[in-house]
DNA sequence: GTAAAAAGTAGTAATGATTACTACTTTCGA
DNA sequence: TCGAAAGTAGTAATCATTACTACTTTTTAC
């Protein structure tokens, strides 16, 4: 397997283990359970190349983080305004095709954010 | 008016103007032609609070910049991997409705980016 | 119209997420 | 088994963005 180390997989398996959008202090933090002395600048650089073989999906929502999505199945992120929430909303992909112009653009992966105000946070 | 100043209406004017989904530095280059003096940070200011209020958007794609669109409609952004275009793409909003579970959350505004290849790159 | 309060600005300094760098370690094909 | 290639830890540097301060403009109340 190319790109091999036991930091890149640690990685791979905090991010797939977990349900949230964890930014990569998140991730840093869940890995240094198992590997206690990695680095954070590893973490980066193992997540941006994940990123770029599209093995995990990168999402900004505008909070000044960057945060990972395990998920690669198309889905929408709900993000609460209020509480800064990232939740995932299932998406009818049948009824997405057709939706757009594409116009020679070769689609490969997408991130859509939807901003809002969350249950908790709309009933105040 | 409320939050009147000449420099915000500059910065809205410049954003309008434009058909581009340009970054806070590039908006500063264009409201410099009008108001030669203006302050780097009074565009920072500006733009946050024209998100706020809702009359402008904000994109980001992942490139480490934060994107403004004076373009409320809905539409998607198709991000170009090769050379970073940031190309708009018409939705059929009907199509759009019944797409998604929202499950008590309130929507108010979404950004959807498409990865991939734009036209040029792609034909290498 | 005018004066004080409120809000906005220019310019600069500070912040902090992310990236770059270097010496060292691990991986992996021959 | 060995050496090149690739990865890592730890630290320093980068730079988009935010915070701060003294000053100016706008708004409100009389």
Chains 1, 2 share one sequence.
């Not at 905090?14 to 954070?40: F, M, W």
């Not at 980066?44 to 999402?59: C, P, Q, W």
């Amino acid at each position: 397997m190319a790109n091999y180390s036991k930091q890149r997989e640690a990685i791979l398996n905090d991010l797939r283990s977990r349900c949230d959008h964890p930014t990569a202090a998140q991730v840093y933090e869940g890995v240094k359970k198992v590997i206690p002395n990695i680095s954070l600048g590893t973490v980066y650089r193992n997540l941006a190349s994940l990123v770029e073989s599209g093995e995990i999906l990168s999402v900004t929502v505008g909070d000044g983080y960057e945060h990972f999505d395990g998920d690669k199945s198309f889905h929408l992120h709900l993000h609460c305004k209020e509480c800064g929430a990232i939740i995932d909303s299932r998406v009818n992909e049948e009824k997405l095709k057709g939706l757009a112009e594409f116009d020679g653009f070769k689609p490969e992966t997408s991130v859509c954010v939807v901003y809002g105000l969350c249950k908790n946070c709309s009933k105040q």
